[in-house]
Each structure stands twice: as structure tokens, then as C-alpha cells.
């Protein structure tokens, strides 16, 4: 069961416009943090990624357990969702 979902975006990230879309379109709420707009929290996404690309969608899972997947890969979104 799905707690949380935090997508890391920029404006000019079309994979991340995607990855709002999907998750819209299969009925998940996410809280979007826009790295234009709140640059202090590029070292909060990189540490959780591991790497500078965008999006990376952070899934908190009820026990609290993150499972991170960076890009528009939707063979490891959707089974983070399930």
C-alpha cells in the first residue's frame, strides 16, 4: 500500500510530464517538488538517486520503506505502486 509519492521535476523534463500524467491518468496523488523552483532540494534528490536526471519519483510505502525510481521507467513504477 502506497503512503506517498513525491515526483522530482524540472521545467524543462518532458519524461517528467509522463511519469504526472500516468500516475494522473491511473488515479494517484503525488506531491511534485519543481528543482527550478526549489533548488535547495536537488541534494535531497540526488542523495535518494543517486544521479542528476530527472524525474525521480520516490514511492513511501506504509511501513515507511522508500523505493526510488529515477526516468520514465514504468516496468519499475508500476510494481513500486502495487
Given at each position: 500500500m502506497v503512503k506517498n509519492i513525491t515526483i522530482f521535476t524540472?521545467?524543462?523534463?518532458?519524461?517528467?510530464?509522463?511519469?504526472k500524467k500516468w500516475l494522473g491518468a491511473k488515479g494517484y496523488r503525488y506531491e511534485e517538488v519543481n528543482l527550478d523552483v526549489n533548488p535547495e532540494r536537488q541534494?535531497?534528490?540526488f542523495e535518494m538517486s543517486g544521479q542528476m536526471a530527472v524525474p525521480v519519483t520516490v514511492v513511501t510505502k506504509q511501513d515507511?520503506?522508500?523505493?526510488?525510481?529515477?526516468g520514465y521507467?514504468?516496468?519499475?513504477?508500476?510494481p513500486a505502486l502495487a
Open positions: 524540472t521545467n524543462t523534463c518532458a519524461y517528467c510530464v509522463m511519469v541534494k535531497e534528490a515507511d520503506s522508500k523505493e526510488v525510481v529515477v521507467n514504468l516496468s519499475k513504477l508500476a
